[in-house]
């Protein structure tokens, strides 16, 4: 397993907590690649592009609704990279890229399998509907879209 897909209810919710929910992302840090996502009476919820773990763990506990993010981590100290479709992500040093599109569409990538497995019980525990776990021959031939999860070449 590569990555997993999933949909999420179109609603305000703490949907980034949910999906993130006990993965340990104390050496890690946050950016946000292209976002819109709406916070408190309809204001853009993000206030910046790069967050450290402890900030960004503060800012998903508020309610938000997502219309479209990529998300991706990386090591504290570790360089931010341009990606552009999955063999990218995988010589890059980002370690998980999240993607949401039309509110309701999500679908993740990590390098890690344990966070992967956490995601997945998340999802189920949570109860989103058409989870799907990718595996690396379906990924293999997407680049990564701004306003599209994934398409084929």
Request: hydrophobic share 40%.
């Amino acid at each position: 397993m590569i990555g997993i897909k999933f949909v999420i209810k179109n609603e305000y919710d703490i949907i980034l907590s949910k999906i993130l929910y006990d993965i340990d992302c104390s050496n890690f840090r946050w950016k946000i690649e292209d976002e819109e996502v709406l916070g408190e009476q309809g204001k853009s919820f993000f206030a910046k592009t790069d967050y450290s773990n402890n900030e960004f763990q503060k800012v998903v506990q508020k309610e938000h609704y997502p219309i479209h993010l990529n998300l991706q981590m990386y090591y504290k100290n570790s360089d931010v990279n341009d990606i552009k479709n999955y063999d990218q992500f995988l010589i890059s040093s980002c370690q998980l890229i999240l993607f949401i599109v039309d509110n309701i569409f999500v679908e993740i990538y990590a390098k890690n399998q344990t966070i992967l497995e956490k995601i997945s019980k998340n999802a189920v525990n949570c109860i989103f509907s058409n989870i799907e776990l990718i595996n690396e021959s379906v990924a293999t031939y997407k680049i990564f879209s701004k306003y599209c999860q994934l398409l084929s070449k």
